[in-house]
C-alpha cells in the first residue's frame, strides 16, 4: 500500500506506453494507491501530539508544567496543570483518531476496489492500488472509473461512451466522451495487448475541464482532449464496456488534485483573542516581577534575620536568588489568569452553535429534502458581525429554473399575449397555452401563449424553421429514449435545456446523437446532419458553434451566444435587422429575462477543408494549444447572419425582496456579482427590491477605457458630494463633516444611491491606480450591481473590500463559477441548487434558498456573537478575581509564593465548579427571542460595530474582576483579625480563610453569572445551583474524616471546612463579600438601563407592555365584529412587508411600546458610534497604505 510519498522532482510532461510496465516504472509515477489518513498506529501520538503542540496555548501550558516539575520553583502540585492539558489533549487526539480511523476505512474501501487489467494478453482482477500508469483497463457499465484514463474503444458506436461525473462536479447530467477513430476499433482482447502507442501530455494538474495530449502510434501523431479522457471518479452510464489506458494514477488524478485543503479561516475575535492573550502574558510577567522584587527585598530586610526559623533552600545563597526563583514560581500559580479550559470551552461553544444551525427546522427545505449546514464551526460568530454580502444572481438570487419565455424571429418579436383591445394580457388573464398535440413527441411540461409562432412553424416560414433548426443543431445536449416517444434531454446546463425543449415543441425535434452525426425529426420527418465540427462554449468565448452538412451536402454554421460577443461578428448586411434585433433585445433585458443571440454562416466546400486542416494542427500543438485553437475558431465564426434572439425566464426564488429588504435594514450592503447582460441583471435589481423607483439615482458605468471609467466615476462620486452639500434632509451636512474625509463625507450622504458596472470597466476599475477610486465610489451606494463578471473578477472585488475595509464579507453564490469568491470572502455560503454541488464543497455553510440568509444572519449569527462576547467577558472576569487574590495575598506572606487556596480547589475551580455554568450560557444564552431578531433588524449593528467584545470591554472585565479580588481577600482579611470562634478561640487559621475566601470566589462568580444570564433555561438553573451544591460535596468530602484515613498525606485538615462553615461569623463575611462585589454591579445596570438603554433593552420593554396590552383587550374582542382587511393584490402577498419595501426605513419599533421612551433615544448610540468610526476612517484616496475603515 506504498503511496508515493517521497518527493519527486515536478514533472515538465507525462510519457506513458501502452502494455510496457517496464518502460513506464523508469519515470517512478506514483501507484494508483491513495492516502488521505494522516496517521497510523506507530506515527499517531508523536505526530498528533506534535501537532497539538503547534497551538501555543498547548506549548505554554506544557513549559508551565516543566516548571511545576522543578522542586525549587514550585509551589502547586504538577497535577493541578497536567489534568487539565491532559484532558484537553486526550479530547483532541481521540477526535482526531476518529477522524482518522474513517479516513483509513474509506481508503482501503476504494484502494481494494476491483478491477480488469490487460496483464500479459489476459484480463485479470487487480485491486485498484495495484494498477499502474500504462496499463490497459476495462471498465464496465455502472462502475467507478479508478484512474484518469484516455479511451481506447468501447462498446457503442464509433468509440462513444456516456459518463456520469457527480463526484468530481457535483452535476449529475450525463456526458459524452469519444475515443479517437484510429483506436475505437480495438475492442478486441488481442488488439489490444499488441497496442503500444505512447501518450505525451501535460504533467498532473487540478484542470477538470483540460486536457492536452498527443498520441503517438504507427508513425502517425493524433491530438487527445478532454473529449478522450475519463477522470478519476466518474461512472460510466448506458455503456456495456469499455477500455482505457490509464494516464494519471492515484494522487496524480484530477480528483486527487482537487482535494487540496481550504484556506483555515479564522474570526475577528479569535485575532483579537490572540492579542489579548499576548496582553495577558506580559500583565503576568509584569505581576510576577513585582512579587519577586517584593521577595528579594523582605528575604534581605527581613528574611535574612530569620535563617534560624525560616532558612533557605540549600540552592538559594542570596535574596536576589530567591526573588527569581520566586518570579517563576508566582508565573505558576497566576498563570489561570489564561486558563487552558478558555481554549475547549470556546470549542464546545461553537460545536453548539452550529449544531443549532443545522437542527433548525425554518431553515430545511422540504421540497429539496436539504436542511441547512454549518461546514465548518469556527466561524459562527463572525455571522453576527457581516456588513458586506456579495451575491450571484443565477441560481442565488433566481430559481435557475429556465422557461423559453420569448424570442425574436428575423425582426419579429414572438411571446406577448394581447387582449382585444390591443393590450398585453398580464399572466392572470392570458388565455389558455397554446395546443402543441399536432406534435406526438411534444414536452407536455412546456407552455407558450403566443399562437402566432406556431403559425409561422406550420405555414413553413423559412426563417422560423432555420431559428428552431438551429436550436435543435447547436447544443450539446444528450437525449435517452427510455420508450418509444418518450424523450429526456440531459443538458449541462438549464439554458441549453429549455431552448432544445422549445424547439422540441415546434416540431424540430432533436433525437439523437453519434460523435459524427445528429438527428433531428423536423415537422415529422426525420434528418440526419453530418456533424463535421463544435466549437465548444467556454467563459471567454461566451458563445458555442456547430459545423454540420444537411442531407443536401451544403455546409453551414450556427451560432449561439451572448449578444455583446456576436453582434459585433455579423455581416454588415445586417445591420437594419440588428437595429430591430438590439431593441427587442433591450425590452426582453428590461423584463429581467436573459437572452441569446443566434446566427449562422454558409461555408464553402474548399474553405471548410483548409480551414479544418488549420484546426487539426493547432489541436496537434504542445505548447498554447487553447490560444491557438481560440484563433482558429474567431476565424470561422465572422460575417455571420443573424437569424434573431432568445429570451428564457429564470424566476426570483421565494421570499428574496423580503430578504434583502430586512438585511439592508440591518446596514449590511448587498452587491451583486453576475455574468448577465446590464439590462436583465438591472430588472432583477429591482424586482428583488435592491433598486427601487425612490432612489435618488443609479449611476451606471459602461466606460471601455481607463480614461472613460474614471471619468465616469469622479461624475458618481462629485454629485453624492453636490447631494451631500445641498439636499441632506432639510439641513446641510457640511456642518458635520469634514471635507477632507472624503470616504466619510460619501458614507454619510444624504440620499440612496446604487451603482452598476460593466466586466469591462470593472476590469479597468480593478486596476491598482483605480481600485481605491471605485471602492470609496460603490461603498457610498447602498446597492452594487456588477454585470458581465468572470469568476476571477468576483474574487478580485472580494478581496478589494476585504483589503481596504474593516469590515467582515459574506460571499453566497451556487455555481462551480462562484468557488473562488466563496473562498476569498470571510464567510462563504453555498446554495444546494441547480449547478451542482462544488459551490457547497466549497463553503462554510449551506442550505437550498437565499431566504434562509436572514434567519442564519439575523438569529443564529446576532446570538453566536452575542453568547461568544458574553462568555469571553465573563470568562475573562471570573479568572482574574480568582488569581489576583494570590497577588494581593503575597504582600501578607512574605512574598513565598504560598497560595491562598487548596490545590485541589485551584485544579478544580475551572474544570468543574464554573465551567458548566458559563457553557450553559455561551451556547443557550439569548436577549431577545427570535422573531424579535427578524422584527427588530437594528438590533444587528452592535456585532458589525464591535461593541460587545472589544479591547475597552476586555479592560472593563478586567477591571471588574480586579474589583472583585481586591474586596475577595481584603474583606474576608478584615474580618479574621479579630474575629473568634463561638467557643471564644482565634478564627483566623489559613486553612479557615482558604474556605472563606473559595466558598466566597465560588458563590460570587455564580451570582454573576445569574446577572449575566440574559434567557434562563432548565439547563442553566441545573447547572449553576448544581455547581454550587458539587462545590460543598467536595469541599466537605475532601475534608472528611474517610479522605483523611485513605490519603493522611494529601488531606490532612480533617473537618475544617465543617468547623469553618459552622461559624456565623464566616457565612457573615461570605454574605457581606458577595454583596459588596455584586451591588455596584447591579446599580450600574439598573442606571444604564434607566439612563441610556441598549435597543436590545427596548424590545424586551416592548414585549412587556404588548403582553399588558393584549390582556387588556382580551375582553374587549368579546365585543362587536372587527373588520377584515383583504390583499387586492392578484398574487399571494404576505401580510404586512408592502410598506417596509416602499419605505425600506419602517422597522422602528411601535409608537405605542416606545411611548414612555420618547425623550430617548434607543438606537442613537449605535448611529453616533458609527458616524465616529466613519469620521475615523482615513481617506482612501490619500494614498492605499491607510486601509479604510467601514
Known amino acids: 500500500m506504498a503511496l508515493c510519498a517521497k518527493k519527486r522532482p515536478p514533472e515538465e510532461e507525462r510519457r506513458a506506453r501502452a502494455n510496457d510496465r517496464e518502460y513506464n516504472e523508469k519515470f517512478q509515477y506514483a501507484s494508483n494507491c491513495i492516502k488521505t489518513s494522516k496517521y497510523n498506529i506507530v506515527t499517531f501520538l508523536p505526530v498528533n501530539l506534535f501537532e497539538q503542540f503547534q497551538e501555543v496555548a498547548n506549548t505554554y501550558f506544557l513549559f508551565l508544567l516543566i516548571l511545576q516539575l522543578i522542586p525549587q520553583i514550585s509551589s502547586l502540585s ?60 476495462k471498465l464496465e457499465n455502472n462502475q467507478f472509473v479508478a484512474a484518469d484514463l484516455l479511451l481506447l474503444s468501447s462498446s457503442e458506436p464509433h468509440g462513444l461512451c456516456y459518463i456520469e461525473t457527480a463526484e468530481l462536479d457535483g452535476e449529475t447530467n450525463m456526458k459524452v466522451r469519444q475515443a479517437i477513430p484510429v483506436t475505437s476499433e480495438l475492442g478486441d482482447i488481442n488488439k489490444l495487448a499488441k497496442f503500444d502507442g505512447e501518450v505525451i501530455c501535460e504533467p498532473p494538474n487540478n484542470k477538470l475541464d483540460k486536457f492536452s495530449g498527443t498520441l ?29 489506458l490509464v494516464i494519471f494514477a492515484g494522487p496524480d488524478t484530477k480528483l486527487m488534485q482537487n482535494s487540496g485543503r481550504t484556506k483555515f479561516k479564522r474570526t475577528s475575535i479569535d485575532r483579537l483573542m490572540n492579542t489579548l492573550v499576548l496582553w495577558i502574558f506580559g500583565f503576568l510577567v509584569c505581576m510576577g516581577v513585582i512579587l519577586a522584587i517584593g521577595n528579594a ?44 479550559s478558555l481554549y475547549v470551552s470556546v470549542e464546545v461553544i461553537r460545536l453548539g452553535h452550529s449544531y443549532f444551525i443545522n437542527w433548525d427546522k425554518k431553515m430545511y427545505c422540504v421540497k429539496k429534502r436539504t436542511p441547512a449546514e454549518a ?34 424571429i428575423y425582426g419579429r418579436s414572438y411571446g406577448d399575449v394581447f387582449d382585444v383591445l390591443g393590450h398585453k394580457a398580464e399572466l392572470g388573464e392570458r388565455p389558455e397555452p397554446i395546443d402543441f398535440s399536432f406534435n406526438p413527441l411534444a414536452d407536455k411540461k412546456f407552455l407558450f401563449w403566443d399562437p402566432s409562432l406556431l403559425e409561422a412553424v406550420k405555414v413553413g416560414d423559412p426563417h422560423t424553421h432555420e431559428f428552431f433548426r438551429l436550436l435543435s443543431l447547436c447544443h450539446t445536449v444528450m437525449s435517452e429514449e427510455k420508450n418509444e416517444g418518450e424523450l429526456y434531454y440531459k443538458a449541462q446546463s438549464p439554458d441549453e435545456g429549455a431552448l432544445v425543449t422549445a424547439a422540441r415543441n415546434f416540431g424540430f425535434v432533436f433525437r439523437s446523437r ?150 439592508t435594514l ?61 439636499v441632506g434632509n432639510g439641513f446641510s451636512y457640511q456642518e458635520k463633516l469634514s471635507s477632507s474625509k472624503l470616504t466619510s463625507v460619501l458614507e454619510a450622504i444624504a440620499g440612496e444611491y446604487a451603482l452598476v458596472i460593466n466586466g469591462h470597466s470593472l476590469a479597468h476599475a480593478l486596476e491598482a491606480d483605480m481600485e481605491l477610486e471605485f471602492l470609496e465610489t460603490a461603498c457610498a451606494c447602498k446597492a452594487v450591481i456588477c454585470c458581465r463578471v468572470t469568476p476571477l473578477q468576483k474574487a478580485q472585488v472580494v478581496e478589494l473590500v476585504k483589503k481596504y475595509k474593516k469590515a467582515v464579507t459574506l460571499a453566497i453564490g451556487d455555481g462551480a463559477n462562484d468557488v473562488s469568491m466563496i473562498k476569498t470572502a ?33 438569529v443564529h449569527g446576532r446570538w453566536s456573537y452575542l453568547r461568544m462576547c458574553k462568555f469571553l467577558c465573563y470568562f475573562f472576569y471570573k479568572n482574574f478575581a480568582f488569581t489576583m487574590v494570590h497577588f494581593w495575598f503575597g504582600f501578607f506572606c512574605g512574598f513565598s509564593a504560598q497560595t491562598v487556596y487548596d490545590q485541589y480547589f485551584i485544579t478544580l475551580y475551572n474544570i468543574v465548579y464554573t465551567s458548566l455554568p458559563v457553557l450553559a450560557m455561551g451556547v443557550f444564552d439569548q436577549d431577545v427571542p427570535e422573531q424579535r431578531s427578524m422584527e427588530y433588524p437594528k438590533l444587528y449593528e452592535p456585532g458589525q460595530l464591535n461593541l460587545l467584545f472589544n479591547k475597552r470591554e476586555f479592560f472593563i472585565c478586567i477591571a471588574q474582576g480586579i474589583y472583585t479580588s481586591v474586596l475577595m481577600f481584603f474583606i474576608p482579611y478584615g474580618v479574621f483579625v479579630e474575629a473568634t470562634r463561638d467557643d471564644g478561640t482565634q478564627l483566623a487559621d489559613y486553612q479557615s480563610f482558604a474556605v472563606t475566601v473559595a466558598t466566597s470566589l465560588v458563590i460570587v462568580v455564580s451570582v454573576q453569572i445569574g446577572l449575566d444570564t440574559g434567557y434562563w433555561t432548565a439547563i442553566n438553573h441545573f447547572f449553576i445551583w448544581g455547581s454550587l451544591a458539587v462545590y460543598f460535596a467536595i469541599l466537605f468530602a475532601m475534608h472528611s474524616k474517610g479522605l483523611f484515613e485513605m ?144
Request: charged share 25%; hydrophobic share 40%.
Open 78 to 137: 504538577w497535577f493541578t496543570t497536567i489534568v487539565p492539558l491532559v484532558l484537553v489533549l486526550t479530547i483532541t487526539a481521540v477526535k482526531d483518531a476518529t477522524d482518522d480511523y474513517f479516513r483509513h476505512k474509506s481508503d482501503n474501501q476504494v484502494n481494494n476496489r476491483q478491477s480488469q487489467v490487460l496483464i500479459s494478453g489476459i484480463l485479470q482482477q487487480e485491486q485498484w492500488m495495484n494498477v499502474r500508469v500504462g496499463d490497459i483497463i
Open 826 to 858: 470571510h464567510i462563504g455560503v453555498g446554495i444546494s441548487g441547480q449547478e451542482g454541488i462544488q459551490a457547497v464543497l466549497a463553503s462554510d455553510y449551506s442550505f437550498s434558498q437565499f431566504k434562509f440568509l436572514q434567519r442564519l444572519l439575523l
Open 514 to 663: 453519434t460523435p459524427k452525426t445528429i438527428t433531428v425529426h423536423e415537422m415529422g420527418k426525420a434528418i440526419t446532419y453530418q456533424l463535421l465540427a463544435i466549437l465548444d462554449f467556454n467563459n471567454i468565448r461566451k458563445r458555442m458553434s456547430v459545423i454540420v452538412r444537411n442531407p443536401e451536402g451544403k455546409i453551414r454554421l450556427y451560432c449561439k451566444g451572448a449578444d455583446t460577443i456576436l453582434l459585433e461578428r455579423l455581416h454588415p448586411s445586417n445591420q437594419e435587422l440588428l437595429n430591430t434585433t438590439t431593441d427587442h433585445l433591450n425590452e426582453y433585458a428590461g423584463d429581467g429575462l436573459r437572452t441569446l443571440v443566434l446566427a449562422y454562416k454558409d461555408l464553402e466546400e474548399e474553405y471548410y477543408e483548409e480551414w479544418a486542416e488549420r484546426r487539426l494542427r493547432a489541436s496537434l500543438a504542445q505548447d498554447s494549444r487553447e490560444d491557438r485553437l481560440a484563433s482558429v475558431y474567431e476565424e470561422v465564426e465572422n460575417d455571420m447572419m443573424l437569424l434573431g434572439a432568445t429570451a428564457i425566464e429564470d424566476k426570483l426564488q421565494q421570499g428574496v425582496p423580503e430578504t434583502i429588504a430586512l438585511l
Open 216 to 244: 503517438y502510434w504507427k508513425e502517425n501523431k493524433f491530438p487527445l482532449s478532454n473529449q478522450n479522457m475519463l477522470l478519476r471518479g466518474c461512472v460510466l452510464r448506458n455503456t456495456e464496456w469499455c477500455f482505457g
Open 666 to 726: 440591518a446596514n449590511i450592503k448587498i452587491w451583486v456579482l453576475t455574468g448577465d447582460k446590464q439590462e436583465t441583471a438591472v430588472n432583477i435589481g429591482y424586482s428583488c427590491k435592491m433598486l427601487t423607483d425612490d432612489m435618488t439615482e443609479v449611476f451606471i458605468v459602461t466606460g471601455h477605457t481607463v480614461l472613460e471609467v474614471r471619468e465616469e466615476l469622479r461624475k458618481a462620486r462629485e454629485k453624492m458630494m453636490e447631494s451631500s452639500r445641498t
Open 297 to 340: 527585598i523582605w528575604e534581605y530586610e527581613v528574611g535574612a534575620r530569620f535563617q534560624v526559623y525560616l532558612p533557605w533552600d540549600e540552592a538559594v545563597d542570596s535574596a536576589f536568588f530567591s526573588g527569581f526563583l520566586s518570579f517563576w514560581s508566582y508565573i505558576i500559580i497566576l498563570n489561570t489568569v489564561v486558563p487552558i
Open 1047 to 1190: 490519603f493522611p498525606n494529601q488531606f490532612r485538615f480533617v473537618g475544617n471546612a465543617q468547623n469553618t462553615l459552622a461559624q456565623p461569623t464566616v457565612w457573615f463575611t461570605i454574605v457581606l463579600t458577595t454583596v459588596v462585589c455584586i451591588m455596584p454591579v447591579v446599580a450600574f445596570r439598573f442606571l444604564k438601563l434607566d439612563l441610556k438603554p441598549e435597543l436590545s433593552d427596548t424590545v424586551r420593554y416592548t414585549q412587556l407592555v404588548r403582553k399588558k396590552q393584549k390582556a387588556q383587550h382580551r375582553c374587549m374582542r368579546r365585543v362587536g365584529r372587527t373588520g377584515s382587511r383583504r390583499s387586492g393584490y392578484a398574487f399571494s402577498h404576505q401580510e404586512g412587508f408592502g410598506e417596509l419595501i416602499m419605505s425600506g426605513k419602517n422597522m422602528r419599533l411601535s409608537s405605542l411600546a416606545l411611548s414612555s421612551f420618547t425623550t430617548r433615544s434607543s438606537s442613537s448610540w449605535i448611529e453616533t458610534l458609527r458616524r465616529k468610526k466613519s469620521d475615523s476612517a482615513s481617506s482612501p484616496s490619500a494614498g492605499a497604505e491607510k486601509p479604510l475603515k467601514g
Open 375 to 408: 461546514r465548518t464551526t469556527t466561524l459562527n460568530e463572525e455571522l453576527g458581525q457581516v456588513e458586506y454580502i456579495f451575491s450571484d444572481k443565477t441560481g442565488t438570487l433566481t430559481q435557475n429554473i429556465m422557461i423559453f419565455n420569448k424570442c425574436s
